[in-house]
């Protein structure tokens, strides 16, 4: 099975701030990353796929990057609503596996 | 607008048995791959199953292959998870998603999630 390994588990950043969330993949998954932002009580929702492109109607400070095996997630200037937990997602390859998930606060 | 609502959930005991159900709405449910995700209390999100556009492939994580059953009826546009011989561990918010498979896979849509208790 193909690992993700998320990082940080946690991260406190003040408004207008960039934060930077990680995902190291175990192989190669070539492009097949998602990134799914889920807020307080919430279901997970989409925001990036093929590791660089910006899902309908996310806020273009969202942003997806990748170096070699090593995948992030970038928001470039944080705001309240952008709280909650971030996961990645494989799809390189069966079982589709999550990286462990980031929760982002304001501080 | 897309809709994706589970129903079913609740409390059942370890060994039983328990069918999710998702009913979907604007989109054609038929072309496309659907999906269970789950999430337990406190957890992060695990991938429970897949199900092709006609319902003839279907895939499972070792965790709960040969127990759990996915299944679709297109022409109710609804989307459906057997659970059998639950055990605690399957206690958890499981997610119906659509799975979009033109160009890259990702979850593009996300129901409100369904509870389910594995106690005795």
């Known amino acids: 099975d193909i690992q993700m390994t998320q990082s940080p588990a946690s991260l406190s950043a003040s408004l207008e701030e960039i934060v930077t969330i990680t995902c190291q993949a175990s192989?190669?998954?070539?492009?097949?990353l998602s990134w799914y932002q889920q807020k307080p009580g919430k279901s997970p929702q989409l925001l990036i796929y093929?590791?660089?492109s910006l899902a309908d109607g996310v806020p273009s400070r969202f942003s997806g990057s990748r170096s070699g095996t090593q995948y992030s997630l970038k928001i470039s200037r944080l705001q309240v609503e952008d709280i909650g937990i971030y996961y990645c997602?494989?799809?390189?390859?069966?079982?589709?596996?999550f990286g462990s998930g980031t929760k982002l606060e304001i501080k | 607008e897309v809709q994706l609502v589970e129903s079913g959930g609740g409390l059942v005991q370890p060994g039983r048995s328990l069918k999710l159900s998702c009913a979907a709405s604007?989109?054609?449910?038929?072309?496309?791959?659907m999906a269970w995700v789950r999430q337990a209390p406190k957890k992060g999100l695990e991938w429970v199953a897949t199900?092709?556009?006609?319902?003839?492939?279907?895939y499972y994580p070792d965790s709960v292959k040969g127990r759990f059953i996915i299944s679709r009826d297109n022409a109710k546009s609804s989307l459906y998870l057997q659970m059998n011989s639950l055990k605690s561990e399957d206690t958890a918010t499981y997610y119906c998603?659509?799975?979009?498979?033109?160009?890259?896979?990702?979850?593009?849509?996300w129901g409100q999630g369904v509870m389910v208790t594995v106690s005795s």
């Open positions: 998603a659509r799975w979009h498979t033109i160009g890259y896979y990702y979850f593009d849509y």
């Open positions: 604007g989109f054609t449910f038929s072309n496309y791959y």
């Open positions: 199900i092709s556009t006609s319902g003839s492939r279907t």
């Open positions: 192989q190669d998954i070539g492009n097949w």
């Open positions: 093929g590791a660089t």
């Open positions: 997602l494989q799809a390189y390859s069966a079982p589709l596996t």
